[in-house]
């Protein structure tokens, strides 16, 4: 691969956690192996290597964009990610009032009813 996509994993792995991308990997197959590629030298080798924003705030970012365009499926994902990134709940909170505001309450409150799920999911197993 290429060192693009090697510094990419070690993004993901610091944000996600090696679990999470353990088990990406796992399930990764010829099918989508190239999508796979992409997204850890484009997302994670490119954007969040990136030196110009903090973790802290490009995760916000990524969790306010998410909510704002209805991809709530990588929401909680990226909440549990909050734990390495240094965003704290306060932040998260804020980011979705943004959403609220400029993208709409229902995608806002559906955003933070997962936060509050995933959160709870996150202290129980402390």
């Known amino acids: 691969m290429s060192e693009r996509y090697d510094l990419g994993m070690d993004i993901r792995r610091h944000v996600l956690g090696d679990a999470h991308v353990d088990r990406a990997e796992?399930?990764?197959?010829?099918?989508d192996a190239p999508f796979q590629t992409m997204i850890a030298e484009g997302a994670w080798g490119t954007v969040w290597a990136s030196d110009g924003i903090t973790l802290r705030e490009r995760s916000?970012?990524?969790l306010a964009l998410l909510a704002a365009t209805g991809n709530f499926d990588e929401i909680a994902m990226?909440?549990?990610?909050?734990?390495n990134t240094g965003a704290s709940k306060r932040d998260v909170l804020e980011a979705f009032q943004h959403v609220a505001v400029y993208a709409g309450v229902p995608?806002?409150?559906?955003?933070?009813?997962?936060?509050?799920q995933t959160y709870a999911?996150?202290?129980?197993?402390r």
């Open 26 to 31: 796992a399930a990764k197959t010829e099918f």
């Open 60 to 62: 916000m970012l990524t």
């Open 78 to 83: 990226h909440i549990r990610a909050t734990a």
């Open 107 to 116: 995608r806002a409150n559906r955003a933070l009813k997962i936060a509050k």
């Open 121 to 125: 999911e996150m202290e129980a197993t």
